[in-house]
């Protein structure tokens, strides 16, 4: 996974989300119970999940490109940045664009000393010990965000800009659900061309394939890695905005879900890759919805689909639908 | 005291010194504490089923809530007496199959270490080829479809409501039993020349398997092994509770025993029993945090619940950071080690 | 080195434990009232509005037979393990004499086993599981149950709002959410004499946040009424997000839904959501929600009691009213008390308990009115 990493794939996702959303519909007409507006509602369901799943799952694979590590306190990183918007809009009573650039300002500072503190003493040291070590922070965010904030939720604040309805024919979706993929799509051109054609892309690129030979090459390691922490942590702050706007309840656990599936998504696409991170979002995203629009039976095993499409992928495919396979560097 | 036999008796003196102090104390205190050193013994086997895979074996998985599901639920669905069980399935009532099965604790407890080893070992085949983290990442996976299975299996399960009544174990003896025993099979597992071999795998799998290590046998065999002990704690962590549900466990349980293994060192028996002992008095003892603390008549602020969890996870992350190893590495507390600790302060003091 | 420390941490680790196990005795002069209740984890919200209820009790009655009632509250952090370990930690350590707690059923249930051994009677505030007190003469509550507050909903939706269909939402990890909707659904067939009446049941996850795939099928199947129990962050959510999907149809509820964050995350779209609650402050039927109101408010200024709130005061004055009739603070005297109290006059209204130790008590039907609760119905006891 190591190998060809950020390729440009860009078509190739494109015609796969394409591929699976037809197979869809034709399911869907085939079986003949779902109207058509049903459907497309639920498609624009599944989109909007998608988008934003895809978004939070960036910032996985970003990281896990760099580290091979998971940053399990990614998720937490996102909870962060809700308490942090919540704040700022309800304490400092920042409009909300303000607001949005506060929190996609200060989350890094957060990522930034959990690298410092829970990864970098690690560095080189077993992979297992520097897992334990991101499961410990994780812990750790979770059980200080419960005690400074307490349990109950905090309601984020109403945005009408991103949560008005729109109405299509029947088909209702809120302005955040259309501003979501267009976030998604622009973050996703810009880094791929950053990773590309920017000199510290390229530097990235090579801390990837082999930190010691890129530090041979007089490429700072330690400023790559934070680089990489920051792009990270902006993406779960943005995520994490328009997750609050989208599902206004804040509360200190409430990362750990989206988190393991985000995580998921980009393994799924084919860690590494940011086309697969968003490839995967998506799959998750729309698996999801269809799954309890055409199945409604077994809507109460929503939840596993995630990880029932984990396992199936680990199997057939475990360097994930985009990804290469790479042999174990020995 | 160097011959082997001599050995032998001392090990078997301090597992009946060991036996016998459960079974005294197990008259002598009171319930509280009893609950507290019966959950140190329970969590002691899980994460000693645990260590076998992650510590032992090299390997990372975070699968253990789940099997302790399968475990809990064994014991739940047939411990629980015939009659008393309508009244809990007052929704769906149980699958008649299973309604009129009663089984004493012992078999139930088997039962579960086993459908958990045989769930294991279903999932193991195709989940062990895959490195590190993933295996992580899948086995925390399986252990969340086991719970969104039971949640929704109500005619089986109870669903959501869970199983009440469940014929409480707090026999202070029984638990340990099963605690020694536990020890005492891994332990001869481990110094066995399958036990080197998994070590070997820890070691580095590619020697191991240029040694004729056969890979998967001997990872299949540790995860199936280490799914059983779990099993087996889960029912025991069952009866102990006396009601199971779903929520019990969610895959966050599993860090629990991670802590543990950390904390006692990866790859060490002695070390994750006095660590399966520290953290779970200490979560008890760190209670004091969570409540209101006046200090000459002021209330300290920064008191308030929570600040246990708070405390608990800075420990975690000093130990990970700071005290990579735990408390014994990869070493073991052996009559030879207690013997020398005289020896070696009397160097250290030398060397000063 | 590193290890010498780490050994040296160990055992001062240890040290300190054995204090804390001996270190609260017994004081003859105090009588202790053990409140294990969910202070951090999911159901932290529930768990600390009970508690300022306790509280407030406490101030406002701090003695009983000439004693000083002092409250242990311990943190069940909504873990099972943990529910238990805390009961016995308050049953064997503090010696309390009584027990209150706790908001979430399971969590009751988990301690059941342990005041029943210890003879020490517990009385529950808001848990409406028949389970928690079936079979246990130790545990009481000051709630009723969720058969009866499924036949009010089911009753409200066919009488009130001449509802022909219903679809279920429930959260199926969730006891309390699924019992209740079974009842609910009972009763609704019953009702309408249709077996088809229930035209959907939708299932979730606790924590899940995105409901737009279940209501996208509701919507399909356009019932009369939805009810949707459960945990108040995720109803509020599934209310918002099928106003946005342009639902109009009515929400029915059970009483979780009453604080104040199901207001706040839920924002305008909540309105004219209904369910069913123990309390309204316009009951001041007893001069008990009289003081309770008052205080309260001197307490909390412009903020509107939950009715969890009232019925942790309400638990914590039928222990001590027991106490007095028993005139005892013996665990088996308190509890033969308490399983014959007849028309105690609570805030929540005039309480009963039944043979199961149940309370039988007036149910209110509330809605939510520009952002406030609001009475709407009232259901005598059957």
Redesign the interface.
Known sequence: MIGKIFRNNLTSAILVIILILLAIVFYAAQIGHMEGPVLLQHLVNGISLGSLFALIAIGYTMVYTILSMINFAHSDIFMISLYFAFFSITVFNMPWVLALICVAAATPLVGLLIERLAYRPLRGAPKNSVLISAIGASFLLENAATYLFGGRPKAFPDIPALTRVISVGSVNFQVVSIVIPIITAAILVILINFIHHAKTGVAMRAVAKDYEIARVMGVNVNGIISLTFIIGSVLAAVGGFMWGAKYPGVTPMMGVMPGLKCFVAAVVGGIGDINGAVIGGFILGLGEVLIVALFPGISGYRDAFAFVVLIVILLVRPSGILGSPVAEKV | MKNINGKTVLTLGVIAFTLILAFILNGALDSYVRRILNLCAIYAIISLSLNLVNGFTGMFSLGQAGFMAIGAYAVAIFTVPAELRASGFYLEPMMPLLANIELPLIAALLLGGLLAALVAFVIGFPVLRLRGDYLAIATLGFSEIIRILFTNMQSVTNGALGIKNVPQLSNMFLIYLAAVITIALLHLLLTSSYGRALKAIREDEIVAEAMGINLLKHKLAAFVISAFFAGVGGGLYGALLGTVDPKNFIFTLTYNFVLIIVLGGLGSISGTVIASFIITIGMEWLRFFDEPLKLFGIEILIFRPGLRMVVFSVLLMVIVLFFQKGIMGQREISFDMLRRIPLRFGKRREDR | M??S???ML?AL??V??LP??QSSGTNPDVIKIGVFE????????GG?LEVEGVKLANELFPEVLGKKVELV???N?????EA??AA??L???DKVNAIIGSWGS?LS??A???VK??KVPAVGASCT???VT??NDYYFRVCFIDPFQGTVMANYAISKLGAKTAAIIQ?????Y???LA?FFKDSFILNTGAEDSIV?T?????????F???L??I??KNPDVIFAPGN??ES??II?QAR???IETPFLGGDTWE?P?FL??G?ADVNGAAFSTFFDKSMTTTDAAKTFLSEYEKKNPGKEPAAVTALGYDAYILILDAITRANSAEGPAIRDALAQTLNFQGVTGSTTLDANGDAVKDAVIKTVEDGVFTYLDYVAAQ
């Open positions: 590193k290890k420390i780490s050994i160990t680790l240890f300190s434990v804390g196990c969910p202070l951090t984890g999911d159901n932290a919200g600390e509250i311990v943190d952090k909504s873990d099972k393990a238990a370990t016995a930690r049953v064997e350590q399971s249930m988990a059941g086993n342990i051994d210890a599981n028949p389970q079936l079979n959260e199926v990890s969730n006891d959410s699924v019992g079974s959907d939708e299932n979730y996850q606790t924590g899940d946040k995105d737009s795939a279940i996208t099928n919507k399909a108040f962050t509020a959510l918002k946005q999907l342009g604080t964050d706040s995350v924002g």
